[in-house]
């Protein structure tokens, strides 16, 4: 049972945090060609939504039952408790910064059809600023900080996990 337990719990960090680490190269992309910028953005939330999240909510469960099959006194294992908390603050991150902070850029790059009464693009010569409103530019550095927080976050846990410290 312990075999099976470690299997699915490990299996399950690596779907839910290992497409991660590709974001930064996501948002990157989308930065060079901003007329894909929307489509990474929803690429991304598509990820979080289908993949991090779902796998992620599995791991409680399995790391109970690896905690339960493998006698592991949580009193006793520092090491342990830490890296729950900071999984805690992982998925708190995620949840509740980071996507809706994406889900707030995905409406700020979003254009309204010029079929349902918006423009294409701003008209030329009218005075305002192409591009993006400066919110954005705020929300793509909370974006980068967040996604390094939490990279540095799962890096951290993995550490725990193998090494053990203690």
């Known amino acids: 049972m312990f075999q099976l337990l470690l299997f699915l719990h490990i299996g399950a960090a690596i779907v839910a945090f290992g497409p991660t680490f590709t974001f930064p190269l996501i948002g990157a992309r989308g930065g060079r060609e901003p007329q894909h910028g ?6 991304n939330e598509l990820i979080v939504t289908r993949m991090v999240l779902p796998f992620a909510a599995t791991m409680p469960i399995t790391g109970l039952g690896i905690v339960n099959v493998a006698g592991i006194d949580f009193f006793h294992a520092a090491w342990l408790d830490l890296a729950i908390v900071l999984y805690a603050a992982a998925v708190t991150l995620s949840v509740g910064v980071l ?27 009218d005075g305002r600023p192409a591009g993006p409103p400066p919110e954005f530019f705020a929300r793509v550095r909370r974006s980068q900080l967040g996604g390094l927080l939490s990279g540095i976050l799962i890096v951290a846990i993995l550490a725990l996990m193998v090494i053990r410290p203690g």
């Open 38 to 43: 929307n489509f990474a953005l929803r690429l």
């Open 99 to 125: 996507l809706p902070n994406t889900r707030r850029l995905i409406e700020l790059t979003t254009m309204p059809p010029a079929a349902a009464g918006g423009p294409a693009a701003p008209p030329a010569g």
